[in-house]
């Protein structure tokens, strides 16, 4: 299937949803969080818990920054174990969660700003595993990956992550997986348990201002907020699964925030829900 009328056909037989599902962003932080039950990993859980149960998952990781935009494809995703230097129980994860080939084609297909390719090269990588296994442990709900094409500003990944609206009353809950603030180059081993510089704390509440006030424009265009914002997104990679995630929000949705806490100095694991409140 690749054209529009297959694609609505396709969304028509999907479970419908009285309301849409909420979207999140979620600050995934360290890949042990994937393993440890700490205070991150507990509300992923309980937040699972609060939300309908979802047709499939389709998450923008920050792991995942292709040229060209891309979405996984594949019967039986793997687990890419996408980092160094952890203990081996952490490489030794497997999340066996099924993908869902139809809705990656039809997703695509319903992607009218971009070519989207189907990918049978990736899999789920941990931006999205580590938080996925602790909402759905049973690893019976279909996961998906889109990718985060490097080629395209901002303002242009926002407008994307709106073709993707009419998947959040289908069922499919949609999750930006990065962090606000992400400079490991500053990183505190000090402060490795908790607590931020100065400049992380003012530029999160900065953030978080505008996300409640829905000023999407300073968000995008990040570039205006300053020194603060210069050392809170050296690299875009984990910012931009934020936009994402504002660019499905309604006039008529709620927000809320969770695991609203720095890391290490230069990190924030402030995460949004979208849609009904936590």
């Not at 952890?86 to 992607?111: C, E, H, R, S, W």
């Not at 300053?226 to 929000?249: M, N, V």
């Amino acid at each position: 299937m690749n054209t529009l009328s297959d694609f609505r056909k396709f969304t028509r037989d999907l479970p419908y949803y009285p309301k849409a599902m909420p979207v999140l962003f979620v600050g995934h932080g360290s890949p042990m969080n994937g393993i440890e039950h700490n205070m991150f990993s507990d509300k992923w859980a309980t937040l699972a818990q609060t939300i309908p149960v979802p047709a499939a998952v389709l998450v923008i990781s920050a792991h995942w920054f292709t040229q060209g935009t891309k979405i996984t494809a594949m019967e039986q995703p793997p687990t890419i174990h996408d980092f160094g230097g952890f203990p081996k129980a952490l490489f030794d994860v497997q999340y066996p969660a099924p993908g869902n080939p139809q809705l990656a084609a039809d997703t695509a297909a319903g992607i009218a700003s971009a070519k989207v390719e189907l990918s049978h090269d990736w899999g789920l990588d941990h931006g999205t595993w580590t938080v996925v296994r602790h909402m759905y442990p049973q690893a019976n709900i279909p996961v998906l990956q889109l990718s985060i094409d490097y080629t395209k500003d901002a303002a242009r990944h926002y407008e994307l992550a709106r073709e993707l609206y009419h998947l959040r009353s289908k069922g499919v809950l949609i999750i930006g997986s990065g962090n606000m603030v992400h400079n490991l180059r500053m990183l505190s081993w000090e402060m490795i348990n908790g607590g931020g510089y100065d400049w992380a704390i003012e530029i999160n509440e900065v953030f978080k201002q505008h996300i409640s006030t829905h000023n999407h424009a300073d968000l995008i265009h990040y570039s205006r907020l300053g020194t603060p914002g210069k050392l809170a997104i050296p690299t875009p990679e984990h910012y931009l699964p934020l936009l994402y995630t504002l660019g499905l929000q309604s006039a008529r949705d709620e927000i809320s925030f969770f695991n609203d806490e720095a890391v290490g100095g230069s990190l924030t694991m402030t995460s949004v829900q979208i849609g009904e409140p936590v």
